[in-house]
């Protein structure tokens, strides 16, 4: 048997302390027949327009079975605080989503009430873990849109206090479903050598760089490329964000943020049988259909693993930026993290 490295063996031990699976399994939780409750869908943040668009989507009367059932109920609006582009959004998405039969309440207790299942999408990431912690308190399985936080500590505590509560979550970029992407998983082109991605990058003095916005192309890299980045590189500038992360096993994936010219998702991944390229981002349906499949069974279709690693991979690309674009390890990210997630209280 091979010994581990230290990076391995770091983010083992952030994961295991937390109670969380390597291989992607939920055993810390119920069986999802415990777990299972009814169809109703509260939201939690009405500051983004992924709101309207998942409530229009599950809503609409033409939906039948095809999301099993599963409607908006109620949503609480009140999500970002001080960031104004959102804030300045939730009187209009409040009156959109009223027009899908929503009924709007004054707080997270007065939703959970209310509700079976529960959809996080305040835009704001600081405001994940404080918004959380409740729902996974009164046993409401937990769909957190992107950015999971705004932090990798944060995003810590929270798999902390699911598994305490025993509680599945899961979060995730609709860019993982993105055109093409299903050939790649299915090994159409072999194994996968390397992989380029784009989206756009826009910054939010609020959030580390590429939390507000480039999580989705990093999110597509990783999709396609799986875990195991050791290091990053990164340049940057007024226009352009390029993320060079090095895999232990020698791959390269790279992730180009787009803040000048068209703005556009996409990528081309290597394989050892063909290239793959990418197609553009087609819609919310194919990420919905997962959130609702992890309704019904509690089972979380994003390893704990693989969320954490891209949260360490934007954070150590900060890293690498503070650094002048000399090279930064995640396994140093992940161990500060961890020190500061070990003093966040979630019970």
């Given at each position: 048997?091979?010994?581990?490295?230290?990076?391995?063996?770091?983010?083992?031990?952030?994961?295991?302390?937390?109670?969380?699976?390597?291989?992607?399994?939920?055993?810390?939780?119920?069986?999802?027949?415990?777990?299972?409750?009814?169809?109703?869908?509260?939201?939690?943040?009405?500051?983004?327009?992924?709101?309207?668009?998942?409530?229009?989507?599950?809503?609409?009367?033409?939906?039948?079975?095809?999301?099993?059932?599963?409607?908006?109920?109620?949503?609480?609006?009140?999500?970002?605080?001080?960031?104004?582009?959102?804030?300045?959004?939730?009187?209009?998405?409040?009156?959109?989503?009223?027009?899908?039969?929503?009924?709007?309440?004054?707080?997270?207790?007065?939703?959970?009430?209310?509700?079976?299942?529960?959809?996080?999408?305040?835009?704001?990431?600081?405001?994940?873990l404080e918004q959380a912690l409740?729902?996974?308190?009164?046993?409401?399985?937990?769909?957190?849109?992107?950015?999971?936080?705004?932090?990798?500590?944060?995003?810590?505590?929270?798999?902390?206090?699911?598994?305490?509560?025993?509680?599945?979550?899961?979060?995730?970029?609709?860019?993982?479903?993105?055109?093409?992407?299903?050939?790649?998983?299915?090994?159409?082109?072999?194994?996968?050598?390397?992989?380029?991605?784009?989206?756009?990058?826009?910054?939010?003095?609020?959030?580390?760089?590429?939390?507000?916005?480039?999580?989705?192309?990093?999110?597509?890299?990783?999709?396609?490329?799986?875990?195991?980045?050791?290091?990053?590189?990164?340049?940057?500038?007024?226009?352009?964000?390029?993320?060079?992360?090095?895999?232990?096993?020698?791959?390269?994936?790279?992730?180009?943020?787009?803040?000048?010219?068209?703005?556009?998702?996409?990528?081309?991944?290597?394989?050892?049988?063909?290239?793959?390229?990418?197609?553009?981002?087609?819609?919310?349906?194919?990420?919905?259909?997962?959130?609702?499949?992890?309704?019904?069974?509690?089972?979380?279709?994003?390893?704990?693993?693989?969320?954490?690693?891209?949260?360490?991979?934007?954070?150590?690309?900060?890293?690498?930026?503070?650094?002048?674009?000399?090279?930064?390890?995640?396994?140093?990210?992940?161990?500060?993290a961890m020190a500061t997630a070990?003093?966040?209280?979630?019970?």
């Amino acid at each position: 048997m091979t010994k581990p490295n230290r990076r391995e063996f770091i983010l083992t031990t952030a994961i295991s302390g937390i109670g969380l699976s390597v291989t992607g399994a939920t055993a810390y939780l119920k069986s999802p027949e415990q777990n299972q409750g009814g169809n109703k869908i509260g939201i939690i943040g009405l500051d983004t327009s992924h709101s309207v668009a998942f409530t229009k989507a599950l809503n609409r009367p033409e939906a039948g079975d095809e999301f099993s059932g599963y409607k908006v109920v109620a949503a609480y609006p009140n999500g970002s605080r001080d960031i104004a582009s959102s804030v300045e959004r939730i009187p209009g998405y409040t009156a959109e989503v009223q027009k899908s039969s929503v009924e709007i309440v004054n707080s997270i207790d007065e939703l959970l009430a209310k509700v079976d299942v529960v959809m996080l999408e305040t835009n704001d990431g600081r405001l994940h873990l404080e918004q959380a912690l409740p729902v996974l308190r009164a046993g409401k399985r937990m769909f957190i849109d992107k950015p999971m936080t705004a932090s990798l500590a944060d995003a810590i505590a929270i798999f902390k206090a699911a598994k305490n509560y025993k509680v599945p979550v899961f979060s995730s970029s609709s860019l993982r479903y993105i055109t093409g992407m299903d050939e790649i998983i299915a090994g159409k082109i072999g194994r996968v050598l390397g992989a380029e991605t784009y989206s756009p990058a826009k910054l939010e003095a609020t959030h580390p760089d590429l939390f507000w916005y480039g999580i989705h192309g990093v999110e597509t890299l990783f999709t396609a490329m799986g875990t195991g980045c050791k290091h990053v590189v990164r340049v940057s500038n007024e226009d352009t964000d390029l993320v060079v992360g090095t895999w232990q096993d020698g791959r390269i994936g790279t992730f180009r943020g787009i803040r000048k010219g068209k703005a556009d998702y996409g990528g081309t991944v290597f394989g050892e049988k063909g290239i793959k390229m990418l197609g553009s981002f087609t819609g919310y349906n194919p990420l919905l259909v997962q959130i609702i499949k992890f309704f019904v069974t509690g089972i979380a279709p994003v390893k704990e693993e693989e969320t954490l690693e891209i949260l360490a991979f934007m954070e150590a690309a900060d890293l690498s930026k503070a650094k002048n674009g000399a090279s930064a390890d995640l396994e140093t990210v992940m161990a500060k993290a961890m020190a500061t997630a070990s003093d966040i209280k979630t019970e």
